[in-house]
């Protein structure tokens, strides 16, 4: 049966370091960064559990495609829902003056469409997903409105994936607790 988990918490919180102790012991796990770099403390954990267990993981950087790249696999992470939403938005608007309501409810049904087809497809393999995400429900009310706007459409596009998760979770200060499942 596919499994769909979702991790989010402040910055800096331990949610991909506890994303992949989730599945260290899997192989083939599938890691979709969309950031083109990655923590060297994640890479080098990574890269010890590989070896230390014989198995290989597939790392992809500046991830894109993420429905195809996902076809037939097991196990995967999507490392961050943050990251992906805020492509999205670059892409949809350059110009962060031109943004309004209409294209605030655009950007966020077309993120909630792509990360549904992805775990339709999940689904379908029969994998398991888990997706890493910021939360920015705490923090304060930023000052520039293109950030609010940001935080908005994070904030909509988070609530909608942990609602149609099986497991949702919550990190802070590098402790992560179950809050749904």
Same mark, same amino acid.
């Given at each position: 049966m596919a499994k769909i988990s979702f991790i989010t918490g402040g910055a800096s919180s331990g949610k991909t370091r506890w994303a992949t102790a989730f599945f260290e012991a899997c192989d083939n796990v599938l890691y979709? =960064? *969309?950031a083109g770099s990655m923590d060297k403390e994640i890479s080098d954990r990574i890269k010890y559990n590989c070896e230390s267990r014989g198995i290989e993981w597939d790392i992809q950087l500046a991830a894109e495609n993420l429905t195809e790249l996902i076809k037939y696999r097991k196990f995967s992470i999507l490392d961050n829902l943050g990251a992906y939403v805020n492509r999205i938005v670059t892409q949809k608007c350059p110009d =962060? #003056?031109?943004? #309004? @309501?209409?294209?605030?409810? @655009? *950007?966020e049904k077309y993120a909630i469409d792509e990360i549904t087809g992805l775990i339709e497809q999940v689904k379908e393999d029969n994998g398991n997903l888990l997706i890493i995400s910021t939360e920015l429900g705490f923090c304060p009310i930023p000052e520039k409105e293109e950030q609010r706007w940001f935080r908005a459409i994070l904030g909509h596009v988070n609530q909608r994936i942990a609602n149609i998760s099986n497991e949702v979770y919550l990190s802070a200060s590098g402790i992560s607790f179950k809050i749904k499942g």
């Open positions: 979709m =960064s *969309i =962060s #003056d031109k943004m #309004d @309501e209409t294209l605030r409810r @655009e *950007i």
